[in-house]
């Protein structure tokens, strides 16, 4: 039997009350009392019938129930034990979705989706939003498109272009692994408790290759660190911070064709690549 809409703040409050659910604070829990984001989030993701999804945090099985509904085979993964009972009975009669206990940091993505890509669609509980998508990005999981609920703030960082106070490690990290666009704001008042801040729908889709060419990326990565670990120095001072001889740093800027005087935070991504592929050419 198909359940109620979950979306709804009536039909939320009286599955909190009748399982006895305590909300947990410390595990983002801010539940989504909403139809129309679940419907905007289903729509982003462009499901087709069959698909893999991954959801990360189903809560008492909102979004789950949209995603369900659309057709996806959905594999949802809850960290909170108490919830799994109730997920359960919330989404009896949907024999398309399969809960699994686990933290999302620690599990063995490659067990869970066996049959190769999928998406994941998430509500992410807020206090370990970078660490999650740096894990799906950098662990280059297999996923083509990733559609998720984060903090506003958060989502404004990811797309930030270069010279904005927005723009850091994650904006590189998000636009050099995929193509990112906000797909729209979210008050507070559509989650159960209200969060403190606005949020937003942020669309990532996985790029097939980066767009730029980086001979190594761990070098990469470690330039973009170096250039954002003291926003207020020069690169060349940010590239001495990060154990490179005073001369060396002005040869790999040099040959980079970047002024050592600029802010770490101005440089586009390929400016990124230019200084790392510098970099590990006066290594070799
Ligand atoms: N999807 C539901 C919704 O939209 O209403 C709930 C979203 S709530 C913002 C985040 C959910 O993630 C909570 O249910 C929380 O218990 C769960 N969670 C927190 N940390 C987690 C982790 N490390 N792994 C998996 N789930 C986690």
């Not at 189903?58 to 369900?68: H, K």
């Not at 994941?120 to 990733?146: F, H, Q």
């Amino acid at each position: 039997m198909i359940q109620p809409q979950i979306a709804n703040k009536e039909v939320t409050l009286h599955i909190l009350k009748t399982f006895g659910i305590r909300l947990q604070k410390k595990l983002g829990q801010n539940f989504l009392i909403d139809s129309d984001v679940v419907e905007r989030i289903v729509e982003a993701a462009d499901i087709q019938p069959g698909e893999q999804v991954l959801e990360i945090g189903p809560g008492i099985g909102t979004l789950t129930q949209g995603l369900a509904e659309a057709g996806a085979a959905v594999t949802s993964i809850e960290l909170d034990r108490h919830l799994i009972d109730i997920l359960a009975k919330t989404l009896e009669g949907y024999d398309n979705v399969r809960v699994i206990h686990g933290d999302f940091l620690k599990l063995d993505i490659s067990r869970e989706i066996p049959t190769g890509r999928c998406k994941i669609i998430a509500n992410l509980p807020y206090y370990i939003t970078t660490p999650i998508i740096m894990r799906i990005l950098e662990e280059r999981m297999p996923v083509e498109l990733l559609v998720t609920m984060v903090q506003k703030e958060v989502a404004e960082r990811m797309v930030a272009r270069p010279g904005t106070k927005e723009y850091g490690a994650l904006s590189v990290a998000v636009q050099y692994y995929t193509e990112p666009e906000i797909v729209f704001i979210v008050p507070p008042t559509a989650f159960i408790p209200s969060p403190a801040v606005e949020s937003a729908v942020i669309r990532c889709v996985i790029r097939k290759q980066p767009p730029v060419e980086v001979r190594q990326e761990k070098m990469f990565f470690r330039v973009v660190k170096a250039a954002f670990s003291q926003r207020r120095k020069t690169l060349q001072n940010c590239l001495k911070a990060a154990g490179l001889a005073a001369e060396t740093a002005s040869l790999v800027l040099e040959t980079a064709g970047i002024d050592g005087s600029r802010r770490g935070e101005t440089l586009s991504l390929s400016e990124f690549a230019a200084v790392a592929n510098a970099w590990s050419n006066v290594n070799r």
